[in-house]
């Protein structure tokens, strides 16, 4: 960037014959992303809040468009204008030369099977990974590896031991992932430090160019993960016509045939996927890897992204290492009332609204990691005298009560009365709220088809009253709500939402999608329609 905007002044960089000036600053993706969630009030799950001395730029880089989603997801005011990629860097599994070697991957393109049998493999490599909710590289990766997973048998199984083997050896930035890879050719090295990692091309190269004593191989896998895509971004506080013109006169400068050597200097390749002679290609590096595609007439994108990714999509593969790697305390409160005895058409075998539900919060239950503790309520209309709910099991640690949990989902079966969420909803917040623990998400998990109708219990005013009143930022409840089926009241739910900070209402119409919008759910702060 500084060599391109330099080069560009020294040229006389003008616009309509003023100077141009560009200051370039050496900022992560992580940071940038925080300050522009802390300038619209907004979080992103895993990702601290940027110090009051980070600024937002009037051009950002960043290493991927995956921030730029994850931001549009929380923030829909955030809408960057002239997005466009100009560079890229394939995502590829590093690993040290010498086992590669041994186990006869070198230089040769890696499928997505031979490399997930090696989280169930007897001798499984040492593989880490980037915090994905702190890193693109990472993010994207595990993404790629959900959805080939799902390709396989038992696929829901593999993906969750894709994600506790990964967990084992996470690394919040990606100097500290580097620095566990092996220093030394030796047995004991090779044995006890990092054997893998999905990482960038680019890290790979730069890793190479400082001349370690054991190099890195880049093993491209098949089909290919979706690239860092750095896209330029003009931020949309940048309202002066003069600057906005500077800025598209860079962005002119950096896509220009002469910065191709430049960006190979840097290890990384040109949007078309190509690479100029500078660029050190690692062993088995393709000539050109896939162009970067943008995504302008993908629903939900916003015009943001690479193809075949998404803000849901990101938000889901969030949560998945949410739910796995950081410790929690959740109380799962699920609808039991008529209605759910109803057939879902896309279901196999037509199964209820209660089955599918009950699968998906089996699924669920699989992918909290043991520093969890969760409880099961269901609830209805007088389940305990005149109360609407009723506990099936208490909020207890899952590494000792894990299958005792699973075998509750049985009893979540229809009952013949109404829906009593109202009077369900504040018992539970009060409930976990009463045990609230500091240094655990603290949540409750609502899953219901239908909007209250509970005669005898509270009103909605009496409810958001309520909520507001006992809210205390020093315990804070989020709420997650899920609307099951087309006889979900959207307005009534998102009400209740906006009762509580940091809640999120999300609808699975198509209730064999649950799973996958319980993941999203996990790894959104403001919730989605």
Request: charged share 20%; with cysteine; proline share 6%.
């Amino acid at each position: 960037m500084k060599q391109v905007a330099d080069q560009w002044s020294q040229n006389d960089g003008n616009v309509d014959g003023t100077c141009v000036f560009v200051d370039v600053a050496a900022l992560t993706s992580e940071a940038v992303a925080g300050a522009v969630s802390r300038e619209h009030s907004v979080s992103l799950a895993g990702l601290a809040p940027a110090a009051d001395s980070v600024k937002v730029p009037d051009v950002w880089i960043s290493d991927s468009s995956s921030w730029l989603l994850r931001l549009r997801s929380e923030a829909s005011g955030f809408a960057p204008t002239k997005v466009t990629s100009v560079a890229q860097s394939p995502l590829v599994v590093a690993m040290p030369e010498p086992i590669a070697q041994k186990v006869g991957w070198q230089g040769k393109k890696l499928s997505w099977k031979s490399l997930l049998s090696q989280f169930n493999s007897a001798t499984p490599l040492q593989v880490g990974i980037i915090d994905p909710s702190r890193d693109a590289s990472g993010l994207l990766s595990l993404a790629a590896i959900n959805v080939a997973a799902a390709s396989e048998k038992d696929g829901g199984e593999k993906r969750v031991q894709a994600l506790r083997t990964l967990a084992e050896r996470d690394a919040k930035v990606r100097a500290e992932l580097l620095s566990s890879f092996p220093r030394a050719a030796t047995e004991e090295e090779l044995a006890t430090g990092l054997s893998a990692a999905p990482l960038s091309e680019e890290a790979v190269v730069t890793y190479n160019a400082q001349q370690p004593q054991v190099r890195l191989s880049a093993l491209y896998v098949d089909p290919s993960p979706t690239a860092l895509d750095y896209p330029y971004s003009i931020m949309p506080q940048v309202v002066d016509q003069q600057k906005t013109a500077a800025a598209e006169g860079l962005l002119g400068q950096l896509l220009s045939a002469g910065s191709k050597d430049a960006l190979g200097s840097a290890g990384l390749r040109a949007p078309d996927g190509t690479y100029g002679s500078t660029f050190k290609a690692p062993v088995g590096a393709p000539a050109a890897s896939p162009a970067i595609t943008p995504s302008a007439n993908k629903p939900g994108t916003g015009g943001l992204g690479a193809a075949g990714v998404d803000g849901a999509l990101l938000s889901g593969v969030v949560g998945s290492w949410i739910a796995t790697t950081l410790p929690g305390r959740a109380l799962a409160v699920f609808d039991v009332s008529g209605s759910m005895a109803e057939a879902v058409p896309t279901a196999p075998g037509n199964a209820s609204r209660a089955e599918v539900t009950k699968a998906a919060a089996r699924s669920g239950l699989a992918l909290f990691g043991d520093d969890w503790q969760v409880g099961v309520w269901r609830f209805s209309t007088n389940l305990d005298g005149t109360k609407p709910y009723k506990q099936v099991e208490p909020i207890q640690p899952l590494v000792t009560a894990r299958n005792k949990l699973s075998q509750s989902i049985d009893v979540l079966n229809p009952t013949d009365g109404g829906t009593g969420l109202y009077d369900t909803v504040l018992a539970a917040y009060k409930h976990v709220q009463k045990g609230h623990q500091a240094g655990r998400i603290n949540s409750v998990i609502l899953f219901t088809d239908g909007e209250d109708d509970n005669a005898n219990g509270l009103t909605r005013a009496q409810l958001l009253a309520e909520l507001k009143r006992i809210q205390d930022p020093k315990k804070p409840i989020r709420l997650v709500l899920i609307g099951i089926g087309d006889k979900v009241n959207p307005e009534e739910l998102r009400a209740i939402e906006g009762a509580v900070k940091g809640s999120g209402t999300f609808f699975a119409q198509d209730p064999t999608k649950i799973t996958s919008i319980f993941a999203q759910a996990i790894g959104q702060r403001t919730g989605a329609s």
